[in-house]
T-cell receptor
Framework: DGGITQSPKYLFRKEGQNVTLSCEQNLNHDAMYWYRQDPGQGLRLIYYSQIVNDFQKGDIAEGYSVSREKKESFPLTVTSAQKNPTAFYLCASSNPPGQYYNSPLHFGNGTRLTVT | DAKTTQPTSMDCAEGRAANLPCNHSTISGNEYVYWYRQIHSQGPQYIIHGLKNNETNEMASLIITEDRKSSTLILPHATLRDTAVYYC????????????FGQGTTLQVKP
């Protein structure tokens, strides 16, 4: 079945270390997104990419970096500059607006990152 | 993007219809209403969306008032597996992905 795979489900790191979260999709979607969710809160957009080799900052991009070298993959690196990295990270994909009108988001099941 | 207001929590008896309200009084003419839900520790799941007309799919129905200032998501026969946080979002279709997820409504379906 088509879908979005995020790995690992749980990740533990020491403070000061960079960590990369994986996101792979086989839905043939052009657009991909990274969200962060804190306990009891809604989702906040970190970065998004509408097409390969292009990406834009979302609302909370500081301390994060991304790459989009392949259509299927959109890894997120949480750098040591991110002050509060412990959170639930969600990756999503969609067909881009304008091409497929009102294409909904498809989400992965998230990676829970704990930094101590 | 318009802001939405939803009740923090609701209960529903298993097998009964769950009606989840959402107010979006500042919605603009070209903004759509989207509904997603999130089961604990999983990614959000798209349910349904609409602009003006009522919509129905295999999961739910969406009723939008004529003035578009509010809407109701209806789960016709709620099951225990429908227990989740339900998010109502209004958004321009051109902003897919830049959705603003608030705190949503926690729906508890009880036996």
């Amino acid at each position: 079945d088509g879908g979005i795979t995020q790995s690992p489900k749980y990740l533990f790191r020491k403070e000061g270390q960079n960590v990369t979260l994986s996101c792979e999709q086989n839905l043939n979607h052009d657009a991909m997104y990274w969200y962060r969710q804190d306990p009891g809160q809604g989702l906040r957009l970190i970065y998004y990419s509408q097409i390969v080799n292009d990406f834009q900052k979302g609302d909370i991009a500081e301390g994060y970096s991304v790459s989009r070298e392949k259509k299927e993959s959109f890894p997120l690196t949480v750098t040591s500059a991110q002050k509060n990295p412990t959170a639930f990270y969600l990756c999503a994909s969609s067909n881009p607006p304008g091409q497929y009108y009102n294409s909904p988001l498809h989400f992965g099941n998230g990676t829970r990152l704990t930094v101590t | 993007d318009a802001k939405t207001t939803q009740p923090t929590s609701m209960d529903c008896a298993e097998g009964r219809a769950a009606n989840l309200p959402c107010n979006h009084s500042t919605i603009s003419g070209n903004e759509y209403v989207y509904w997603y839900r999130q089961i604990h520790s999983q990614g959000p799941q798209y349910i349904i969306h609409g602009l003006k007309n009522n919509e129905t799919n295999e999961m739910a129905s969406l009723i939008i008032t004529e003035d578009r200032k509010s809407s109701t998501l209806i789960l016709p026969h709620a099951t225990l597996r429908d227990t989740a946080v339900y998010y109502c979002i209004v958004n321009l279709s051109s902003n897919t992905g830049k959705l603003i997820f608030g705190q949503g409504t926690t729906l508890q379906v009880k036996p």
